[in-house]
């Protein structure tokens, strides 16, 4: 039996279609961490900032204006970004929501906040696009303020591949918490000069 022409392309056409969507599907899926990806082989591990900022403001106000979408009442505006889905004394579950491709596509992160207040807050990923990612904000009183110091660290699978994935990643990451960082700078200073 032979395979006329005209139906082999036609089913070259559809599993070339076929391969396309279910590679689409598992970038958008990995991307907006519904398919996380923990394979546990070929782990790479790369460093997230340090970033750092200096606040005009006093080290417990900044600390409650970083904890309070987890520890206290969420604004309207905070709960289109956290949802917390587990809270207890001193550490928090909550979903991370950021846009991407201009809100065409949603990355949802499940982390671990840990308080110690009012020196430090500590993330852990739970789920996302990454198998791996640990941050903390450090915060130090200063003269003028508070220091706030960003720093951790990012982990992907599957050796050079993950790596490349890892610093497309880390380059998004890193861009999204300096936004936040300046959230709560603004946020904390203006806070402290209603005090």
């Known amino acids: 039996m032979t395979i006329r022409p005209a139906r082999a392309a036609a089913w070259a056409a559809g599993s070339a279609a076929t391969v396309a969507a279910v590679a689409a599907g598992g970038y958008a899926g990995l991307v907006s961490g519904a398919l996380p990806l923990d394979v546990g082989l070929g782990r790479r591990v790369r460093p997230l900032g340090p970033q750092t900022l200096d606040i005009a403001a006093p080290r417990e106000v900044v600390f409650d204006v970083i904890a309070q979408p987890y520890l206290g009442r969420t604004t309207r505006a905070m709960r289109e970004k956290v949802q917390v889905l587990e809270r207890g004394s001193d550490m928090v579950l909550a979903a991370h929501v950021t846009p991407l491709a201009d809100g065409r596509f949603r990355a949802v992160t499940v982390e671990t906040v840990r308080f110690t207040r009012p020196e430090r807050v500590d993330f852990r990923l739970v789920r996302g696009p990454v198998p ?17 110091v960003y720093d951790g660290e990012l982990g992907t699978d599957l050796w050079r591949a993950g790596a490349r994935w890892g610093r497309t990643v880390a380059a998004h990451w890193e861009r999204t918490v300096a936004a936040s960082l300046a959230s709560v700078k603004d946020e904390a200073e203006r806070s402290a000069d209603h005090r």
Not at 132 to 148: D, I, K, N, S
């Open 132 to 148: 791996h990612v640990t941050e903390a904000f450090v915060l130090t009183e200063q003269p003028t303020g508070t220091r706030l």
